[in-house]
């Protein structure tokens, strides 16, 4: 599995948008790129997910370069809600099982 | 409809004891999948089962086992436990879909968190 770079941490203020980048450049054609969610003391959730063009939905939308050698997770007003470890992903798109490399992720933490 | 289950949330064990957790994904859902969470390590895929068949398997010695029931619900065992096996044990249920479409998200647990004394 490719594997994705992330920041470490971030900080946001509440009601202000957050763009959270990371890069893959050795993704592969066939690579999906998934953003996942922990929150503290919670198992991770499922946030978004694409191929080339961007997506978006009631949580999030998901910005692709057009290379696709880096994506940004866009949260467009962050709540205290959305203090979590997120984490960017690649899957190959043959990959539909329940294997999922983890990198270390981002901890975005928001202020009042 | 109800979430991923598992159990127990916590518990405390000593050293070269066995243990095992159990695991009932969502109703509909046969693929689950277990993960193992440190501070050091982050999170690290342990195994997939998938129709009662192991899957996938990760990178961690023989002493980390599991197995799926017919009804989907999964246990892992460790045995010979080491302090270093103290973690947060992380399942997923997922059933597979169409690529581009849901591409089989994943459902977490809320985990079982073992310590190793």
């Known amino acids: 599995d490719a594997k994705t770079t992330q920041p470490n941490s971030m900080e946001s203020n509440e009601e202000e948008p957050v763009h959270l980048p990371c890069n893959h450049s050795t993704i592969s054609g066939t690579d999906y790129i998934h953003w996942y969610r922990q929150l503290p003391s919670q198992g991770p959730e499922y946030v978004i997910h694409g191929l080339t063009s961007n997506v978006n939905n009631r949580m999030a939308s998901l910005a692709i370069a057009e290379d696709r050698k880096s994506s940004t997770l866009i949260l467009h007003r962050a709540t205290l809600r959305d203090a979590a470890v997120y984490y960017c992903?690649?899957?190959?798109?043959?990959?539909?099982?329940?294997?999922?490399?983890f990198g270390q992720g981002t901890e975005l933490s928001v202020k009042p | 409809k109800a979430g991923v289950t598992q159990t127990p949330r916590y518990l405390i064990k000593t050293r070269g004891q066995q243990v095992t957790l159990s695991c009932s994904p969502i109703s509909g859902h046969r693929s689950v999948s277990w993960y193992q969470q440190t501070p050091g390590q982050g999170l690290q895929f342990l195994f997939e089962y998938f129709s009662e068949t192991q899957r996938n398997k990760g990178n961690f010695p023989g002493r980390f086992s599991g197995r799926q029931f017919s009804n989907s619900r999964s246990e892992m065992n460790v045995s010979t436990l080491e302090l270093g096996d103290s973690a947060l044990y992380l399942c997923?249920?997922?059933?597979?879909?169409?690529?581009?479409?849901?591409?089989?998200?994943?459902?977490f647990g809320e985990g079982s968190r073992l310590t190793v004394l």
């Open positions: 992903i690649l899957r190959d798109v043959s990959n539909q099982g329940g294997k999922l490399i």
């Open positions: 997923a249920s997922s059933q597979p879909g169409l690529a581009g479409f849901n591409a089989g998200e994943l459902f």
